[in-house]
T-cell receptor, first 115, second 110 residues
Framework: DTEVTQTPKHLVMGMTNKKSLKCEQH?????MYWYKQKAKKPPELMFV???????INESVPSRFSPECPNSSLLNLHLHALQPEDSALYLC??????????????FGQGTRLTVV | KNEVEQSPQNLTAQEGEFITINCSYS?????LHWLQQHPGGGIVSLFM???GKKKHGRLIATINIQEKHSSLHITASHPRDSAVYIC????????????FGKGTKLSVKP
């Protein structure tokens, strides 16, 4: 199994809603990532989890709250989002290593629209 | 200046043509990835390189670490190759996260 599965594929939410994005992998990867991609732009890193601990937070607003409940799951909790947060949210995973060249695997993304 | 520069930004080709997409980067890296993204879709990893050359079907990727440059070649291009191709680098001593180029939008006409 070399898949990273993201759910839901599409999400429309109001600015007062609370929702969660989910990401799952069963490759034994201990590094997981959230990226945000606006239309016609490259992905931008939001968070990195390493061994289920948050290791990088790229100054992301607190209305985005990541969670890594176990080594296979990564969640992104959303609350009080703004329309400009509408984007494709991509999850990725890889082995943890600063020396080994490990391949990154990406999910299909969640297309989020905030209304 | 972006840390990862790709050229061209847009590329239109006729079916069967040989295609080259270039990537230059300015940081020290442990690996370089070539990724493919279809409209509205997720990202598929095509290659991961740290040196030399790799080939997979009609796709070839090369990297020159000294010159900080990589190329992705597509031989005998086909309309189904139409997608955005993204070069991404893994900086030295990173947590595994990638820095992405802006992508090259490829359209192959039948």
């Amino acid at each position: 199994d070399t898949e990273v599965t993201q759910t839901p594929k599409h999400l429309v939410m109001g600015m007062t809603n609370k929702k969660s994005l989910k990401c799952e992998q069963h490759m034994g990867h201990r590094a997981m990532y959230w990226y945000k991609q606006k239309a016609k732009k490259p992905p931008e890193l939001m968070f990195v989890y390493s061994y289920e601990k948050l290791s990088i937070n790229e100054s992301v607003p607190s209305r985005f709250s990541p969670e890594c409940p176990n080594s296979s799951l990564l969640n992104l909790h959303l609350h009080a989002l703004q329309p400009e947060d509408s984007a494709l949210y991509l999850c990725a995973s890889s082995q943890v290593s600063s020396t080994l060249n490990t391949e990154a695997f990406f999910g299909q993304g969640t297309r989020l629209t905030v209304v | 200046k972006n840390e990862v520069e790709q050229s061209p930004q847009n590329l239109t080709a006729q079916e069967g043509e040989f295609i080259t997409i270039n990537c230059s980067y300015s940081v020290g890296i442990s690996a370089l990835h070539w990724l493919q993204q279809h409209p509205g879709g997720g990202i598929v990893s095509l290659f991961m390189l740290s040196s030399g050359k790799k080939k997979h079907g009609r796709l070839i990727a090369t990297i020159n670490i000294q010159e900080k440059h990589s190329s992705l070649h597509i031989t005998a291009s086909h309309p189904r190759d139409s997608a955005v191709y993204i070069c991404a680098v893994r900086p030295l001593r990173s947590q595994g996260n990638l820095i992405f180029g802006k992508g090259t939008k490829l359209s192959v006409k039948p």
